[in-house]
């Protein structure tokens, strides 16, 4: 059982939005920190999506956007692409625990 | 280019032991923490330790604590995952990631190393 509780699978079709939302407690994204994202493309190591909430590393497509409220947060994506299906993990730190907790991963399908 | 090379990984039986490496390239090694991570076969990641920039200070997850230590060798721009008394459960593909900020986000992870505990 992940501390940060993700959907195991979404999916959309080519051109479409999806959203993949990741939730929390008062001991970690509740506590104020901060909310990332990795992309995990089948067969390779993860690759950061989003950090600190919001921000996209440079070379990330804008079609990639990144939310926090309250104890959850959200990863965005718009204009679906084929290349997109993939593996998506958030991330954050808890305080009680002392240690970096990942969401389960949710896989998303490109239909 | 930042590079992050992993190596060391295979086949042990539980209760044996195993090195893993990291040979970084593409940044200057010495200014930034790093961190493990692992990935069980068709699980999610979990983190594993981390360690400063000068290797001072490591934190470890609960579940490797106290048999896994993690160190660096900033001359040879080189990680080191000293894994001992092995479980099943410790069967994963083992990722070095670089720390930019202490804990927060991982920014250039390397391929992984897999290993397999298993009699």
């Known amino acids: 059982q992940s501390v940060l509780t993700q959907p195991p699978s979404v999916s959309g079709a080519p051109g479409q939005r999806v959203t993949i939302s990741c939730t929390g407690s008062?001991?970690?994204?509740?506590?104020?920190?901060?909310v990332h994202w990795y992309q995990q493309l089948p067969g390779t190591a993860p690759k950061l999506l989003i950090y600190?909430?919001?921000d996209r590393p440079s070379g990330v497509p804008d079609r990639f956007s990144g939310s926090k409220s309250a104890t959850s947060a959200s990863l965005a994506i718009a204009g679906l692409q084929a290349e997109d299906e993939a593996d998506y993990y958030c991330?954050?730190?808890?305080?009680?625990?002392?240690?970096?907790?990942f969401g389960g991963g949710t896989k998303l399908t490109v239909l | 280019e930042v590079q992050l090379v992993e190596s060391g990984g295979g086949f042990v039986q539980p209760g044996g032991s195993l090195r893993l490496s990291c040979a970084a390239s593409?940044?200057?090694?010495?200014?930034?923490?790093m961190t493990w991570v692992r990935q069980a076969p068709g699980k999610g990641l979990e983190w594993v330790s981390v360690?400063?920039?000068?290797?001072?200070?490591?934190y470890y997850a609960a579940s490797v604590k106290g048999r896994f230590t993690f160190s660096r060798d900033n001359s040879k721009n080189t990680l080191y995952l000293q894994m001992n008394s092995l479980r099943a459960e410790d069967t994963a593909t083992y990722y070095c990631?670089?720390?930019?900020?202490?804990?927060?986000?991982?920014?250039?992870w390397g391929q992984g190393s897999p290993v397999t505990v298993s009699s």
């Open positions: 990631a670089r720390d930019p900020r202490w804990l927060q986000n991982f920014d250039y």
């Open positions: 593409g940044f200057t090694f010495s200014n930034y923490a």
């Open positions: 360690i400063s920039s000068d290797g001072v200070n490591t």
């Open positions: 008062s001991s970690n994204i509740g506590a104020g920190y901060d």
């Open positions: 600190d909430n919001s």
């Open positions: 991330q954050s730190y808890d305080r009680s625990l002392s240690a970096v907790v």
